[in-house]
């Protein structure tokens, strides 16, 4: 597991008040909504608001289906990595 | 766009009008596909259909289509295995897909006032789903007087909503007033803040049927200046906090609308910015001893009075202010949430005697549980650990209710703190969930015998100390005991030189874990300066050992 991977679950943990969860306990391909964690759409917001402020990115208004990076860990990192590089 | 009733909205096929968006659907194929259902319908004598379509053009056509032959409309507010058996009884059909039911066209026709039969689903205070009836002359009503208040505003402004049609809101505001007033509605419901701003900024003119969950959680990445085309913002679900309207109000250099109602009521009133509401025309409004709100309207049902559990003030004016809820429904993020079936479905559970929750606000609002856990919980949780527990009550819940009235937080105990009349006030609840969980113990009995202090400690189920340790066989650490020990000898002997200094003959016999009843003894051997402490569990040594005390230096 990559330190940013560490990094964004406990994000999660922490930003969607997820009691007795560990970073252990989310899989990097785990899908985080719907099914999976359980999350919901105001998750979704909420986490969306999370990541942008702790890593100082901005999720772009103008590409379509920019909500398929929040599908799991992994590709929220991966989406994290490219944004900060950019 | 000429206004056309919903009575009249298959009778004629009108080529110019459009009614969707993405894919465009216009009024001529609404109207066909619409009055092939109807045959369909017929053809299989259904009477009564659940409708559950995420697609509100989609939902247009099966609405329309189910009330060009009479077929009563129940539309649930969820699609749970639970809510589709409770439903099962009172409808002949589930319908979440209209590809399969087709036939040769009925005519068009202008739709009976009788045929109109709409159920809303809701959660009721007592626990038990609450069904709300609609006749066509409510609805009518309602999209009406928003046409006559809002209509010219929003021109011929595309409707792109938030919020799901299922509920009264999304259903009047995102699909009825559109259909009627023929303003393309967008079909899919749009949860996100950049898709709703690209969606948006396609258009020409746009119009936004949200929710508080969406507004206050805009960001600061979206193009403001250019969204400020937006013709209005319509707000309802819930509250919306002051500081989220007052953010619109400046980056969209207008006020967000406002609604305030219910699914039993329809709309009752509505603002643009902190002011009093305004109760919609024809709206008459009441108090209750209690100064609960009572409502009639030409959105219920003749000569009905609706009773609210919400407290207002009414103004000399007639505008009113609301003073929150005076029962046990809350909102999460605009889902109406029956407390007591909650704890009615965590109490049918073999490991809760007892359960109450509590909603808390952090970020985003969640539920959370305070339960007393029966003999069995107790043993789940000394053998399996803290999460099985919470997990295995988190998917029996699952079964009961949406996602996110699921409890994110938990607080066990042995039993809840009923005062001695038998009261438990929400605000010990809520108290209890916002308290983190317990690091020590409050002996239930202590009693002293020629120096020596003997008290009677249960070691409470949920200690904090037992996630780590371990978490799936929670032991109470020996560090915590001697830690109690010390602190408890503090409250009780005076004088205790205030430095620890070192332990002698520490020795942990018996392992101590959640729930158990210890006996503690307690000495001190002032000349020595050492602090005499042994647990015991019934006949069993648990453990003892000797603090050294000292007094401080210089």
Redesign the interface.
Known sequence: MSDLQLEIKNLIIDALGLEDMSADDIGAEQTLFGEGLGLDSVDALELGLAIQKRFGIKIDAEAKDTRKHFANVASLAAFVSAQKAA | MTWLPITDLLLKAQPERQVALEPVLHHPELRERALRLAAALQARGVQRVALYLEDAAELAIALLGAWRVGVQVLLPADAQTQTRQRLSAQIDLWLDDLSELDAEPLPGARLLPEHCRLTLCTSGSSGEPKLIDKSLAQLANEVEALERLWGQNLGQASILGSVACQHIYGLLFRLLWPLCAGRPLYRRAV?????L??ISLDQGDFAWIASP??LK?M?????WSALSRVKQVFSSGGALPGEAAESLHERLGQWPTEIYGSSETGGIGWRQGDTAWQPFPGVELSLDETGALRIASPYLPAGHIEQSADAAEIGTDGRFVLRGRLDRIVKL?EKRISLPMLEQALMSHDWVTDARLGV?Q???A?LGAVLALSTNGVHVLRNQG??SV??TLRRHL?EHCE??A?P???RLLLELPYSSQGKLAQSQIDALLAAPRPTRVEPFSREELDGEWLLQLQVPVDLAHF?GHFPQTPVLPGVVQVDWAQQLARQLIAHLPPRFAGMEVLKFQQLVRPGDTLQLSLRFDAERGKLYFAYRNGEAACSSGRILLEQAHG
Do not use: C, H, M
């Open positions: 949860p996100f803040p950049e898709d701003q690209r969950a969406l959680r960001g600061d990445n979206l193009d993020e808390i952090e970020g985003r969640f803290r999460r919470t997990e699952a996602a996110i699921l994110r937080r938990w996630t």
